[in-house]
């Protein structure tokens, strides 16, 4: 028998642009390599929660990783992905793919979209943000980050980069909460 970590750390890994925009409803609407380097980085090891736009968004599994999905279908599926209809038993898969894999770290990354982030912000510890400076128009489909309460988070900024031929500037912060939770 596989035993389950008792306490996992969530972690909310997202991109946001200063109007609280993550995405048109189709994909990234920015391209930073250096950040998808970062994410690459924080998530290798880790089961990532995300809905199934997101899932449609990177085209399929990330090497490394569990893709956990988030949908209100419960017949969908799709090849490597672990198909779920709602986020506890998102985190119950989660915590089982840590479990079984010998070189997972003990994390659950919260992955988006909107919805996801919105149902899941609650559950994470911490949020490695990556603060575009920009406000896009994302259109009617948009996805949006949640507010978060400031006085619940401390922040940190971990680097600021200049803006770049057609990459708008932007910052990584890290959010850690105040009072820790863990799933």
């Known amino acids: 028998m596989i035993a389950m970590p008792e306490k996992t750390e969530m972690i909310a890994v ?4 200063e109007n609280r925009i ?3 409803g189709n994909g990234l609407i920015w391209r930073l390599p250096d950040d998808l380097r970062r994410v690459k ?7 990532l929660i995300m809905g199934r736009k997101t899932w449609d968004s990177i085209g399929g599994p990330l090497p ?5 999905v988030l949908t209100r279908n419960p017949k969908w599926k799709a090849e490597g992905a672990i198909a779920v209809t709602d986020l506890m038993a ?3 898969a989660a915590k ?4 079984a894999m010998p070189e997972a770290r003990n994390a659950i990354i919260l992955f988006g979209g909107g919805q996801i982030y919105e149902m899941g912000i609650a ?5 490695e943000l990556t603060y575009i400076k920009a406000s896009p128009s ?3 489909q948009a996805a949006l980050f949640p507010v978060l309460e400031d006085n619940a988070w401390k922040r940190v900024i971990e680097a600021e980069i200049a803006a770049k031929d057609t990459a708008p500037a932007y910052r990584y912060d890290r959010l850690t909460r105040k009072t820790p939770v863990f799933v």
Do not use: E, K, Q, Y
């Not at 490394?64 to 956990?68: E, L, N, T, V």
């Not at 089982?96 to 479990?99: T, V, Y």
């Open 22 to 24: 993550i995405g048109d």
């Open 138 to 140: 994302a259109g009617p």
């Open 123 to 127: 559950l994470c510890n911490r949020i």
């Open 64 to 68: 490394g990783r569990a893709s956990i």
């Open 96 to 99: 089982g793919w840590i479990a």
């Open 90 to 92: 998102a985190v119950a």
């Open 14 to 17: 997202v991109a946001m642009a």
């Open 41 to 47: 980085a924080l998530t290798m090891g880790c089961p």
